[in-house]
């Protein structure tokens, strides 16, 4: 998945990059809002942390308006504890609230929360044809095995399982699933959903090749 983070503090937005990216997410940052306006016209996030305070203006201001025509939903990172505070986060389009300092475990549970009510579900797994998926751990289970995945399958997998049915082109699914300054070409993509494909083989899932238009997930039945 790949989350924007708008946070101005060096020390605080390193500690959540490399944190995420253990996870296999792709993370870009930025200080300002003016900065975090550049990567929401250019990229599409799953997922975004915004803080209040920074260096050209307040992130739930910035939220207020943003929400005409901003649909990511946005978890807002601030040192400010007044149940007002937080009411006027979540008022103002917000999707949950986290206070400084915070456990990044606790960061990681929040940003699973919020994709899993984006998504429509209330747990961690999914089902996807005759297998069941765990995105927290890393797992496919099937027909009585249970198979583990890289952080990168389970990466792209989330990605097709959230988006059951649509066509993804390869540049969406390299959107969601690197961040700016990775080096990755359209073809590394083919060789990461070949990869998959064999890993979800006889699950009674699949990604089909939509000629000219990218990749689609289906189930066996379809």
Known sequence: MRYLLVEDNSELAEAILKRLAMDGH???HAATLA????????????????DVMLPDGDGREFLSR??????????VLTARAQ?????????????????KPFDFSE?????????????????????????????LAGTLQHDGTTLDLRNREIRLLEIFARHPGQ??????VMDHL???D??????????YVGRLRRRIAGMGVRIDTVRGLGYRMETDDK
């Open 26 to 28: 792709a993370i870009d």
């Open 35 to 50: 900065e975090a306006e550049d990567c929401l016209a250019a990229a599409s996030y799953d997922l975004i942390l915004l």
């Open 66 to 75: 943003s929400r005409a025509h901003l649909e990511t939903p946005v978890i």
């Open 83 to 99: 149940v007002s505070d937080r009411v006027g986060a979540l008022d103002q389009g917000a999707d949950d609230y986290i206070t």
């Open 107 to 135: 960061l990681e549970a929040r940003c699973r929360a919020v994709l899993r009510r984006r998504g429509g579900s209330a747990r961690n797994q999914i089902a996807l044809g005759a297998a069941l998926f765990d995105p």
């Open 167 to 172: 066509i993804l082109s390869k540049s969406q």
């Open 178 to 180: 690197f961040s700016y």
């Open 182 to 191: 990775a080096e990755v070409t359209e073809n590394a993509i083919e060789v």
